[in-house]
C-alpha cells in the first residue's frame, strides 16, 4: 500500500490549453474522488466514481471538465480550453469499500495547476 | 446544503498552550465528522473522526467530540506543540455518496 499518487504534481499551462492530470487510489479502493483547492479555501467537491461509474458530479464541474475511470483503477482529469480560473489544487482521494463504520477518505498529495 | 463553518485564522499560540478550533455545521441527518489537517508542503491527512452523536474522536492529543444539540465540532489540545503548526480542516461526508464537504480551513502557528 503506498498511498494514493497523483501525476504530474506541478503543471505550468498557458490559457486555452487542454491539461490531463492522473491519479493512482490505493489498490482495491472502489471509490475515487476529485476535489479542487483555491488559495485559502477548503477542498470542494467536483465529482467521484465508484469502480468505473461516474456518480456524481459537482456543478463546479463545468462542460470543459471530464473525468475517468476506464477500468476502476486509475482515474485521469482533463481540462480543455484551460481559463486563469481553473489555476488550484486539484486532489483526489480514495476510500476502501464499507469498511464497517469507517468512511475515511485518503488524500493524494495533490497536483497545483497554473494557468498563465 | 450541508456546509462547515469554522473559525478563522491565523491562530496563534506559544508552545503548551491551550487550543480550540470551533466548528458548526449544518446537514440534513447525522453526517459523520472530520478534522483534517494539512502540514506545509504535504497533502491532506485524517486528524480524527466521529461517526455519530456524542462519539468523541481522538488522535495526537487532539480531541473533538460530535455535539448533535449544537451541531458543532470543535477541536481542541490541551498543550501545542511547534510541531503541531497546520491548517485544519473541519469537514463532513454527504451520508450518500461519503463526499466531504469542508470548512475554509484555520491555520494554526505555535511559536516556542
Known amino acids: 500500500d503506498t498511498g494514493v499518487s497523483q501525476d504530474p504534481r506541478h503543471k505550468i499551462t498557458k490559457r486555452g490549453q487542454n491539461v490531463t492530470f492522473r491519479c493512482d487510489p490505493i489498490s482495491e479502493h472502489n471509490r475515487l474522488y476529485w476535489y479542487r483547492q483555491t488559495l485559502g479555501q477548503g477542498p470542494e467537491f467536483l465529482t467521484y466514481?465508484?469502480?468505473?461509474?461516474?456518480?456524481?458530479k459537482s456543478r463546479l464541474l463545468s462542460d470543459r471538465f471530464s473525468a475517468e475511470r476506464p477500468k476502476g483503477s486509475f482515474s485521469t482529469l482533463e481540462i480543455q480550453r484551460t481559463e486563469q480560473g481553473d489555476s488550484a489544487m486539484y486532489l483526489c482521494?480514495?476510500?476502501?469499500?464499507?469498511?464497517?463504520?469507517?468512511?475515511?477518505?485518503?488524500f493524494g498529495p495533490g497536483t497545483r495547476l497554473t494557468v498563465l | 446544503g450541508d456546509s462547515v463553518t469554522q473559525m478563522e485564522g491565523p491562530v496563534t499560540l506559544s508552545e503548551e498552550a491551550f487550543l480550540t478550533i470551533n466548528c458548526t455545521y449544518t446537514a440534513t441527518g447525522y453526517p459523520s465528522l472530520f478534522w483534517y489537517v494539512q502540514y506545509p508542503g504535504e497533502g491532506l491527512q485524517l486528524l480524527l473522526k466521529a461517526t455519530k452523536a456524542d462519539d468523541k474522536g481522538s488522535n495526537k492529543g487532539f480531541e473533538a467530540t460530535y455535539r448533535k444539540e449544537t451541531t458543532s465540532f470543535h477541536l481542541e489540545k490541551g498543550s501545542v506543540q511547534v510541531s503541531d503548526s497546520a491548517v485544519y480542516f473541519c469537514a463532513l461526508s454527504d451520508l450518500n455518496t461519503d463526499k466531504l464537504i469542508f470548512g475554509t480551513g484555520t491555520r494554526l502557528q505555535v511559536f516556542p
Open positions: 482521494a480514495s476510500r476502501s469499500p464499507g469498511t464497517s463504520g469507517v468512511n475515511e477518505q485518503f
Open positions: 466514481f465508484q469502480n468505473e461509474a461516474q456518480l456524481e
